[in-house]
């Protein structure tokens, strides 16, 4: 298979994880705005970075070079929250979107590992 641009790899592994984060939400409130606001905690850039922090150690090297290369790509200067902290964000979602292009199994594993490190609490 075809290697996409880092930049795609996020654009997928942004939709991926929040589709990842509301299936968990959805079955903890009915209520939406309780709903919403569960949901933003958990997909934000301060708290994907976090994860990944989390994520680390059970990262491939391929995985981690990815995460390197992305906290490279450069941001807008319209955004309005830290750019080291977008960047760290954006690495955790091109390790899921090249994941979830790449290698579906891995891409569960890793949600299992998110899992375990998000919600088990």
């Given amino acids: 298979m075809q290697e996409l641009n880092i930049k795609n790899y996020a654009h997928i592994g942004d939709a991926v ?5 509301r299936e968990k ?3 903890m409130t009915s209520n939406l705005k309780k ?4 949901t933003i905690g958990y997909v934000n850039a301060a708290f994907q970075t976090e994860l990944l ?5 059970s990262l491939t090297e391929k995985e981690v070079d990815l995460a390197r290369r992305a906290r490279n790509i450069p941001t ?3 955004r309005r929250i830290d750019r080291a902290l977008h960047s760290s964000a954006t690495s955790l979602e091109v390790v899921l979107g090249y994941n979830y ?3 579906k199994e891995r891409y569960s594993e890793l ?6 490190l998000i919600f088990s609490i």
Avoid: D, R
């Fill in 17 to 21: 994880y929040e589709v990842f984060i």
């Fill in 25 to 27: 939400t959805i079955m």
């Fill in 35 to 38: 709903l919403h606001q569960l």
């Fill in 53 to 57: 922090e989390k994520l680390m150690p």
């Fill in 76 to 78: 807008s200067s319209s």
């Fill in 101 to 103: 292009i790449h290698n």
């Fill in 111 to 116: 949600c299992n590992i998110m899992n375990s």
